[in-house]
């Protein structure tokens, strides 16, 4: 069964301390694995997809990177309105109709 | 390019009553699928469609039920409601590449307390 933790679950961050949101991930045969935003009562935002082991992405203050069994969401110089949880997911190649499986999430707050 | 949206927004039912939920898909999307977030957890699969044909299922049993119509439209049903089944309803499109579906993008989601 496919299964995706994400650490920390909470963290504070001052504006322009920049840190790391961890994703590991135990999968079949992974596909893709995506990285959402999600505002409170909003639906996910996609950010990125990483499909193979050493593949990068980067958006404004935010850098995907992906090995064989965790990716790391870097957060570089972060405002206050980077502040959100941010979702980590796995597709597999294996049936399942191409599902996401998600973490519980790292709810990041920047303050001023 | 339209976004996801879906409908409505927010909805209090009683136990025991059933529920439609709606999603209007992004245009050319072919693939809907549709998640259940409970409150502090990531999304759960509840199945997807596929031109109109159910192609996967999560572990979610038969009274959730789906619809979807060559519109890009498509709906969620839900019979004999269960207090467990308050969360917010998720619905993504996702275009076909290379015959898998490719990146999942929600819509904003319908609030669904249950009394």
């Known amino acids: 069964e496919d299964q995706v933790t994400q650490s920390p679950e909470a963290l504070r961050l001052q504006e322009g301390e920049s840190s790391s949101l961890n994703c590991s991930y135990t999968v079949s045969g992974l596909r893709g694995l995506f990285w959402y935003r999600q505002d409170p009562g909003k639906g996910p935002e996609f950010l990125f997809t990483l499909y193979s082991a050493g593949e990068e992405k980067e958006k404004e203050r935010l850098k995907a990177t992906l090995t064989k069994k965790e990716s790391f969401l870097h957060i570089t110089a972060p405002k206050p309105e980077d502040s959100a949880t941010y979702l980590c997911?796995?597709?597999?190649?294996?049936?399942?109709?191409?599902?996401?499986?998600f973490g519980t999430g790292t709810q990041l707050k920047v303050e001023l | 390019e339209t976004g996801v949206t879906q409908s409505p927004t927010h909805l209090i039912k009683t136990r025991g009553q059933q529920v439609t939920l709606r999603c209007s898909s992004q245009?050319?999307?072919?693939?809907v699928s549709w998640y259940q977030q409970a409150l502090g957890q990531g999304p759960q699969f509840i199945f997807q469609?596929?031109?109109?044909?159910?192609?996967g299922r999560g572990n979610f049993p038969p009274r959730f039920s789906g619809l979807q119509f060559p519109n890009y439209s498509s709906e969620l049903n839900v019979n004999a409601l269960e207090l467990d089944d308050s969360a917010l309803y998720l619905c993504?499109?996702?275009?076909?590449?290379?015959?898998?579906?490719?990146?999942?993008?929600f819509g904003p989601g319908t609030r669904l307390t249950v009394l």
């Open positions: 993504a499109s996702s275009p076909e590449r290379g015959g898998y579906t490719d990146t999942q993008y």
């Open positions: 245009s050319g999307h072919n693939t």
């Open positions: 997911a796995v597709q597999a190649f294996t049936g399942g109709g191409n599902k996401l499986t």
């Open positions: 469609y596929y031109r109109e044909e159910e192609n």
